[in-house]
Antibody
Framework: EVQLVESGGGLVQPGGSLRLSCAAS????????MDWVRQAPGKGLEWVAR??????????EYAASVKGRFTISRDDSKNSLYLQMNSLKTEDTAVYYC??????????????WGQGTLVTVSS | DIQMTQAPSSLSASVGDRVTITCRAS??????LAWFQQKPGKAPKSLIY???SLQSGVPSKFSGSGSGTDFTLTISGLQPEDFATYYC?????????FGGGTKVEI
């Protein structure tokens, strides 16, 4: 069974840092693109970042709202995805989801999601 | 950025109804369109990809159509467990973007 389990969320002050983790199981993690998607309280879904697989050179994409502050990384030996969040702002408050991306005609769509971890940025 | 606009933002329906949700992209996205279902307090669930392909395990009462800029999600024979918010999503170009959601109330 495919499973994605996020951890690392919590309360942090503005300007602070937090590192999220996503533990994957039930599939060959190294084959897949992996993403972070967030959802502010009562709001819609917002894509945050993507880590491509080894075959695609582990290249990365970021949303403009987090570029320069957040860093996505992965450790294929540990089947894990990470999100290092620095210089956090109150508007980063959200549930952060780890999502697996599957290929479709050269692009990649989300086919599996974790349960999410809540990040609250407040003084 | 490609803007995704869903309509309506909410709707009320009865058990057994057929419901249609529309999604419009601000520019052509071919069929790089997915639909997700999200229930309160839960993670999104993938329903459809490639505009009309059903994700494994998703019941056939869900169907999708469209290409280019205009897409629809149809739910046939609405059941109480279908009460949820539905999101469309384009995955052809960065930044990846989502529609604002359609809340289906039974």
């Amino acid at each position: 069974e495919v499973q994605l389990v996020e951890s690392g969320g919590g309360l942090v002050q503005p300007g602070g840092s937090l590192r999220l983790s996503c533990a994957a199981s039930g599939f060959t993690f190294s084959d897949h693109y992996m993403d972070w998607v967030r959802q502010a309280p009562g709001k819609g879904l917002e894509w945050v970042a993507r880590s491509r697989n080894k075959a695609s050179g582990y290249t990365i994409e970021y949303a403009a709202s987090v570029k320069g502050r957040f860093t996505i990384s992965r450790d294929d030996s540990k089947n894990s995805l990470y999100l290092q969040m620095n210089s956090l702002k109150t508007e980063d408050t959200a549930v952060y989801y780890c999502a697996r991306a599957a290929p479709h005609s050269g692009s990649y769509y989300f086919d599996c999601w974790g349960q999410g971890t809540l990040v609250t940025v407040s003084s | 950025d490609i803007q995704m606009t869903q309509a309506p933002s909410s709707l009320s329906a009865s058990v057994g109804d057929r419901v249609t949700i529309t999604c419009r992209a601000s520019q052509g996205i071919n069929t790089y369109l997915a639909w997700f279902q999200q229930k309160p307090g839960k993670a999104p669930k993938s329903l459809i990809y490639a505009a009309s392909s059903l994700q494994s395990g998703v019941p056939s009462k869900f169907s999708g159509s469209g290409s280019g800029t205009d897409f629809t999600l149809t739910i046939s024979g609405l059941q109480p467990e279908d009460f949820a918010t539905y999101y469309c999503h384009q995955y052809t170009s960065y930044p990846l973007t989502f529609g604002g959601g359609t809340k289906v109330e039974i």
